[in-house]
């Protein structure tokens, strides 16, 4: 009995133990996932921070390393851009426009740095002051086209530049050939001026020349506008009886004409004068006595067309003519004629073509 009571109550104990324990179990059980997630929530926090720091930290690295390279490619830009505003000066003052090929380096350099400036630079370093983001592109792009536009430009003037390189050079900066639009694109002054003889008849303005002697400068052009005749007045001075100042100018001229053009000729038909005089006999007969070039009345015989002096001259291509004047006013003077002789046959030809047509 004893035995069975004491196993009995063994039993007892040990269930109501274990009950007990069942009870804590499921207590702890209870409140687990509280705990739990708690434990969680503080841990992603603490790994959350660590990743923002991590990557604080990366972000500080990468700028480190990037600020140089950054700084090294603005400053690279600039030096690119520099030079080649050098490389364009150079060609202005040498030609008077620049390259197809270095204005649009220039405009994509213009436009990288423009882009580089927005986002790296300081504010006080943008291309585009005081102007809104939004707004920069369309000030960024409205620039873009004004460079291709100065680029078209520059390429036509380069190509015009061009063709009056390749025709023959003229007297006074100005080309054989060339058309009077051609010349004013570059850089001649010109003004229409009327003559009955000839077509299309400009004044040049500023015709290239050394020594100033003319002041008075025509380009005859022709039906079909191309350079073949240029005339030249020297200045107008007041000279002696004898025509010193003239003559001086005139040989001076006629050395320079002769060296460059060759087949130098003389023309000169003085003023003859007859006089009566009596021979060995006592009779009356007429003499013609010729007075020479710079007598005592020289001037005067000029002006009146009593006495003529000029030169031709020739290469078989140019053919000029330097001349003696003296005007109205007693004023002299020297004049050079310049053709262009194989200009001159080809506008006849053209000419007489055009009649054919017509008929």
Known sequence: MIKIFASLFAVLFLGKFAYAQLDFLAEDEAKSPEQSQQQENVLDSYIQDLEEAAKAQADARKMLYEKPKILQTVEEKENIARKHDEKIERLREKYGFGTKVAAEEKINENKSATVISEDNANPTDKQVDNKPKDQQPAVVEAQATADKQSVEENQTDVAENTALQAMDAAPFGLYWGASADDLQKNGTSLEKVQDKEFENVYLIKNAVQKQQTFTYILGRFGQSNRLWNIYAESSKMEDDAKATKVLELYHKYYNALARKYGNAK?????????????????????????????????????????????????????????????????LSYIAVDYRNLPLIQKEKQEVFEQILDDL
Do not use: C, H, R, W
Request: charged residues 35%; negative net charge; glycine residues 8%.
């Open 266 to 330: 003389e023309i000169f038909k003085p003023y003859v004068v007859e006089e009566t005089a009596k021979d060995d006999e006592e009779k009356e007969k007429v003499v013609k006595k010729t007075n020479p070039m710079g007598g005592n009345n020289f001037l005067q015989e000029l002006q009146e067309e009593k006495a003529i002096l000029y030169a031709t001259f020739g290469d078989g291509k140019i053919a000029a003519n330097l001349s003696v004047n003296v005007d109205k006013e007693g």
